[in-house]
């Protein structure tokens, strides 16, 4: 059964580029049925989908955050990173990885990681 | 920027039917998918391509649709149920996807 687990920085400084990187475990992240990518919640509020690749460098981006996002595949390592540069409190969110199998609606998040807080603040 | 919208809450007894909605003028076209949150957890997918159920998700879960509105009916909610839940689709083009704002589904 693929997990996922999302680790990085817990706090990064107003206008500095924030990292993430997912570990994929139980399966490959080559795999020509899947998407991987990022989505986000700011505390207490609802979720926001960042963007998604496939191990080919396919990439669909949210079209609000498309200029400061960056999403990349190491599939030597089985993982997926994110870089969200210029950030702002307003970044200050938990932060998903999730695996997207590919739907009617084209693609959908499941499984997810545990998710990874995000504190933007100097 | 394109969106769906749900109801911020509902509120059923235990063993009542909960229904709750997510409208968005792409669903015509574009399936719903449902995602239940327990508080500080990370969602789960319940529902898949309108009304399909994943394994290990109970019977009483069920998803519909009907014009621009797609429903989650939780049949004979349990006090277990009590999470949010977001609705996710795409945009006409399909190339946006989003999710609704969520409905906290209380249970008691």
């Known amino acids: 059964q693929v997990q996922l687990e999302e680790s990085g920085p817990g706090l990064v400084k107003p206008s500095e580029t924030l990292s993430l990187t997912c570990s994929v475990s139980?399966?490959?992240?080559?795999?020509?049925?899947?998407?991987w990518g990022w989505i986000r919640q700011p505390p207490g509020k609802g979720l926001e989908w960042i963007a998604s690749?496939?191990?080919?460098?396919?990439?669909f981006y949210s079209a609000s955050l498309k200029s400061r996002v960056t999403l990349s595949v190491d599939t030597s390592k089985n993982q997926v990173s994110l870089k969200l540069r210029s950030v702002t409190a307003a970044d200050t969110a938990v932060y998903y990885c999730?695996?997207?199998?590919?739907?009617?609606?084209?693609?959908?998040?499941?499984?997810w990681g545990q998710g990874t807080l995000v504190t933007v603040s100097s | 920027s394109y969106e769906l919208t749900q109801p911020p809450s509902v509120s059923v007894s235990p063993g009542q039917t909960a229904r709750i909605t997510c409208s968005g003028d792409?669903?015509?076209?574009?399936?719903a998918y449902w995602y239940q949150q327990k508080s500080g957890q990370a969602p789960v997918l319940v529902i898949y391509?309108?009304?399909k159920r994943p394994s290990g998700i109970p019977e009483r879960f069920s998803g519909s649709t009907s014009g621009t509105m797609a429903t989650l009916t939780i049949s004979g909610a349990q006090v277990e149920d009590e999470a949010d839940y977001y609705c996710?689709?795409?945009?006409?083009?399909?190339?946006?996807?989003?999710f609704g704002g969520g409905t906290k589904l209380t249970v008691l």
């Open positions: 139980g399966g490959s992240i080559s795999s020509w049925s899947y998407y």
């Open positions: 996710y689709s795409t945009d006409s083009s399909g190339n946006h996807r989003v």
């Open positions: 999730a695996r997207f199998f590919i739907a009617m609606a084209g693609i959908a998040p499941d499984p």
């Open positions: 792409a669903l015509p076209k574009k399936s």
């Open positions: 391509d309108d009304s």
């Open positions: 690749i496939n191990h080919s460098g396919s990439t």
